[in-house]
């Protein structure tokens, strides 16, 4: 079997790839509320606090990976003299 290098470390869309996971989070995270304001009434109350749990998590998520994403523009930024 051959031995594979591992890839190098390159975090330039690190930050990209974050800010679109939270996108697309928020637009489950909005479906899901447009969901429950149409169809809320016909849910079971089981239904509903799933919903609401999952866009609690959903919520939490989008913070993670805007907070992950500012975190690696300030590191491409601190070491942006490196590639000089």
């Known amino acids: 079997?051959?031995?594979?290098?591992?890839?190098p470390d390159n975090r330039a869309d690190n930050s990209a790839r974050?800010?679109?996971?939270?996108?697309?989070?928020?637009?489950n995270l909005l479906?899901?509320?447009?969901y429950l304001a149409e169809r809320g009434?016909?849910?079971?109350?089981?239904?509903r606090r799933n919903i609401v749990n999952k866009n609690?998590?959903?919520?939490?998520?989008i913070r993670a990976h805007m907070e992950e994403a500012m975190d690696e523009l300030d590191e491409?930024?601190?070491n942006a003299h490196l590639e000089d």
């Open 1 to 7: 079997m051959e031995r594979q290098d591992p890839k």
């Open 18 to 27: 974050n800010m679109e996971i939270a996108r697309e989070t928020k637009e």
């Open 31 to 34: 479906e899901a509320e447009d």
């Open 41 to 47: 009434d016909s849910l079971s109350e089981e239904e």
């Open 56 to 61: 609690r998590r959903r919520m939490e998520s």
């Open 76 to 78: 491409l930024g601190e």
